[in-house]
């Protein structure tokens, strides 16, 4: 953010510097991932920090090639708004910018009324998540402050969105694995479980067999000896 020009030269190392500092936050969370929502969390939560935001959230397409955007991470949001809020590409802020697929930087008092959906918030900033064509979601922050969003903050948030389109792919794919590893971990116990109660079982079976292999040789002996030669 900015009020006064910058040198163009010190505008791009800022612009390098932050660009950086989000690369490493989501290389640390890929190099450490526990969770999808972890690591949107995570992405939402540095770029907050990154452009000085106050809140946002990130939506995603869900289900994948649907229409729909939900919000899948969310900060400085209330609950039921983060519960409640949804909405169909084409439809307000997030979903325009998700139709056009290009960012849009809202200012208060440029911003259309049909928009106007948050009036604490004084300006607006949103992406789109796009990877190799392939439309994500849509990374939307907002801020209270009296310094507004600025044309370096959009061209920022367009650079840094790159990065986190390819984190969430890779997420998405870490987050089939991650399920798909529990679900055949859980097979692999029941089976195992199964294996045991089938061994025991099957221990109960010899066991019983031995016996009735003991009582029938003993069976064979008496009659045996009852029908050999009388001495």
């Known amino acids: 953010m ?14 390098k510097i932050k660009e950086l500092d989000l690369i490493w936050r ?23 920090e990154i452009m000085e935001a106050t809140s946002g959230s990130i939506m995603l397409i869900e289900p994948p090639g649907s229409d729909k955007l939900v919000i899948k991470a969310a900060q400085g949001l209330r609950k039921e708004v983060v519960n409640k809020a949804s909405c169909k590409v084409g439809e307000g802020i997030a979903g325009l910018v998700a139709e056009r697929r290009e960012g849009m930087l809202l200012l208060d008092d440029l911003m259309d009324s049909r928009l106007r959906t948050r009036r ?13 064509g392939e439309l994500l979601g849509v990374l939307n922050l907002n801020t209270k402050r009296d310094k507004a969003f600025g044309e370096l903050d959009l061209f920022i948030l367009n650079t840094l969105i790159k ?67 009388v001495a």
């Open 2 to 15: 900015k009020e006064e020009e910058r040198p163009v030269g010190e505008e791009r190392y800022l612009e």
């Open 26 to 48: 989501i290389n640390e969370q890929i190099m450490s991932f526990e969770s999808l929502d972890s690591l949107l969390g995570s992405i939402l939560e540095g770029a907050l």
């Open 120 to 132: 604490k918030v004084t300006d607006a900033l949103s992406v789109p998540i796009v990877e190799e």
């Open 163 to 229: 990065q986190v389109a390819s984190a969430i792919v890779r997420g998405n794919r870490l987050e089939e694995i991650r399920l798909r590893l529990l679900e055949l971990e859980g097979e692999e116990k029941t089976t195992l479980e199964d294996m045991r109660r089938l061994t025991a079982e099957l221990d109960d079976k010899r066991r019983y067999y031995q016996r009735l292999r003991q009582q029938l040789d003993k069976l064979y002996r008496d009659l045996a000896s009852l029908t050999g030669p």
